[in-house]
């Protein structure tokens, strides 16, 4: 059984700065929206409720120990959601309510403060206790106090919560919280049917062999957790955020942030008691050596505060790194994965509420599973250098020796029809910069990164090369009609000669062969992005940056604009909606699924996340962190 909460969550506060979305896959699910907000400066970040509104009312989910008062509700759903020969009686039911209520958990969806009082119980976890290490008959019947390994009974959620999260939600919860309060208690074990190993497996659960227990007409499937084998130190994990599938083997795409979610809980996120010393986190990010180190921490509300480092220290946001956050608190179970109206809050220390909902929960095994998100932000306005200079100084001589091109190249684009040479420079927001080529150019352009932002454009944050893409003059009668692509295609930039192009052999090619062209995942996006991009800072090449592309896109929608006057793309181009695919072209490489809206001034960008590894902190790390 696996479900969630289809339920709403709705924290208010003034500004809106960036919203994020988790997208179904399929265009039939209703959107959802999520909001990145921001408080008044001067007012303190204080500790909001997470709620849920199922029905126009406000609840909070917990899982709480049972009661006598829960018998004849769980007793319901029992009966609701087993076979008649494998469901519990209610008689064994009351029989573990009454002796083992520590091991009875109800997961329950109540008001919140100053509504109307009102619950639902959403579904329940039941184990008893027994000296035995495998599951018998005997222990399924009994329950010994002193034993030291809990079987799990039942597993249940109502019906119409089911396959949206909330079973692995709650049973994960329901071993931590064993874990952490009956700690005598080192393993449980329970039984299932081959079909809902998988479930159980994401929640840490191993095979243990065909179970002897004949309970029902068909076989089980006995399943152990180790409790006193759980790490002691905090649990973390590498996702990649605006990751694909790619042909490939041994292809990694997207950007990796390495998440680090810790167990202490605080009323808010200003709590000091929440992260370990920021220069232990520093230290810790650095010996990561990921674009972003993420550190997670559990409000007592349901929401969650985070603080973000890169290998040179703190930042305030990082929004590859919030949706890594994001999918890691989903795919692993500590939440559910939200419905349409659930929301997940991520509080930073700069004062950002980071809102996300979700309508389809990650998919797939524990590691390598997929989320598919959208992170909406403020357009960055784009303005020209006057002459082409930086900071009174001409760009282009150095730019040539940046890029690895004759000076005669980086020209204009000339009026004659060849559309080839420089189509833009400026500023792309306060301290970021862009540059945007004719297709035959980026193409041939070998980028110096440490050129481009020492002796190019002195103090920039951020150096953004951009063109169209739709390379291959073959694809001109395959490639997508939308408008804004052919928008762009109206355009008339000189495109490479596709036989020219240097092979693309997958993973790290980029690298070795000095070209954007390379690193694009076997050539998977060469003929399919409508706009290509590759963005350079402090660090080297940027697998994927979110922020770039909030100017890139609205940069490339005014460039289609002025260059199209006539048919679809102009028609496309004035619009107010601006959908293209867009891919960066780093040796990873990255997909966002991208739109401009000119009238809301917002650019969103979706794309997946994808779970690449999980461990925990070792003694050694823990140490450091001070969490030993």
């Given at each position: ?443 041939a352009a070998k980028p110096d990164p440490s050129v481009l932002l020492s002796e190019v454009f002195k103090g920039a944050r951020i150096v953004s090369l951009s063109t169209t893409g739709r390379w291959s003059s073959s694809d001109a009668d395959t490639a997508a009609t939308h408008g804004s692509a052919a928008a ?141």
């Amino acid at each position: 059984m696996n479900a969630q909460l289809a339920s709403g969550d709705h924290l208010h506060t003034p500004h809106t700065l960036l919203k994020i979305t988790a997208s179904p896959r399929s265009t039939k699910s209703p959107p959802a929206l999520v909001c990145i907000q921001r408080h008044h400066v001067g007012v303190s970040l204080t500790a909001r409720r997470f709620q849920l509104e199922t029905r126009h009312r406000k609840m909070q989910t917990t899982l709480r120990q049972a009661t006598e008062a829960d018998w004849a509700a769980v007793c319901e759903l029992e009966a609701a959601s087993y076979p008649a020969d494998e469901a519990a009686t209610p008689e064994k039911l009351r029989f573990r309510i009454r002796n083992a209520p520590h091991l009875f958990r109800v997961l329950e969806a109540r008001t919140a403060p100053g509504a109307d009082p009102k619950s639902e119980l959403l579904g329940f976890v039941c184990a008893t206790a027994t000296a035995q290490e495998r599951v018998t008959e005997e222990s399924m019947s009994a329950h010994e106090p002193a034993g030291r390994t809990a079987v799990i009974h039942s597993v249940v959620v109502a019906e119409k919560w089911r396959r949206r999260g909330l079973a692995r939600h709650a049973v994960t919860l329901f071993a931590r919280q064993l874990a952490e309060s009956q700690t005598h208690i080192t393993t449980l074990l329970l039984l299932t049917h081959e079909e809902n190993s998988g479930l159980y497996a994401s929640c840490g659960f191993e095979p243990a062999g065909v179970s002897a227990v004949h309970h029902g007409s068909r076989p089980w499937l006995e399943m152990r957790l180790r409790l006193d084998r759980m790490e002691a130190g905090p649990r973390c994990w590498q996702v990649n955020a605006f990751s694909f599938a790619s042909p490939c083997e041994r292809h990694m795409s997207g950007n990796p942030a390495c998440v680090v979610v810790l167990r202490a809980t605080g009323l808010s996120a200003d709590d000091a008691s929440l992260f370990p010393a920021s220069d232990a986190m520093a230290a810790f990010a650095a010996e990561m050596r990921q674009p972003a180190t993420v550190f997670v921490a559990p409000l007592a509300d349901g929401a969650f505060a985070v603080r973000y480092f890169t290998v040179s220290g703190e930042i305030p946001l990082c929004g590859h790194a919030s949706l890594a956050a994001a999918h890691t608190l989903w795919a692993s179970g500590q939440l559910p994965a939200a419905a349409v109206q659930d929301t997940l809050a991520l509080h930073t220390r700069a004062g950002l509420i980071v809102q996300l909902r979700c309508v389809e929960q990650p998919g797939g095994a524990a590691v390598g599973n997929r989320g598919r998100y959208s992170i909406r932000l403020n357009a960055v306005p784009h303005i020209p250098l006057p002459d082409f200079a930086w900071r009174g100084t001409p760009v282009t001589p150095a730019l040539a020796r940046a890029l690895q091109l004759e000076e005669a190249q980086l020209q204009p684009l000339s009026p004659d029809g060849s559309r080839s040479g420089l189509l833009f420079v400026g500023s792309n927001g306060p301290n970021d910069v862009l540059v945007a080529l004719s297709p035959d150019l980026f193409a041939a352009a070998k980028p110096d990164p440490s050129v481009l932002l020492s002796e190019v454009f002195k103090g920039a944050r951020i150096v953004s090369l951009s063109t169209t893409g739709r390379w291959s003059s073959s694809d001109a009668d395959t490639a997508a009609t939308h408008g804004s692509a052919a928008a762009l295609k109206s355009m008339q930039l000189r495109h490479p000669d596709a036989s020219a192009l240097p092979p693309a052999t997958g993973y790290g090619s980029a690298a070795e062969a000095g070209s954007a062209a390379a690193g694009d995942a076997c050539g998977l996006w060469w003929d399919t992005a409508d706009i290509v991009s590759r963005c350079f800072n402090a660090d080297g090449e940027d697998p994927v940056c979110g922020a770039a592309h909030a100017g890139i896109i609205p940069f490339w929608h005014t460039a289609a604009a002025g260059a199209a006057t006539t048919g679809e793309g102009a028609a496309s181009a004035s619009a107010a909606a601006f959908a293209v695919r867009a891919f960066q072209s780093s040796p990873r490489g990255g997909v966002l699924e991208s739109s401009y809206d000119a009238g809301a001034g917002t650019v969103t960008l979706t794309g997946e996340a994808t779970t690449f590894l999980t461990g925990a902190v070792a003694a050694g790390g823990a140490a450091l962190l001070g969490l030993s």
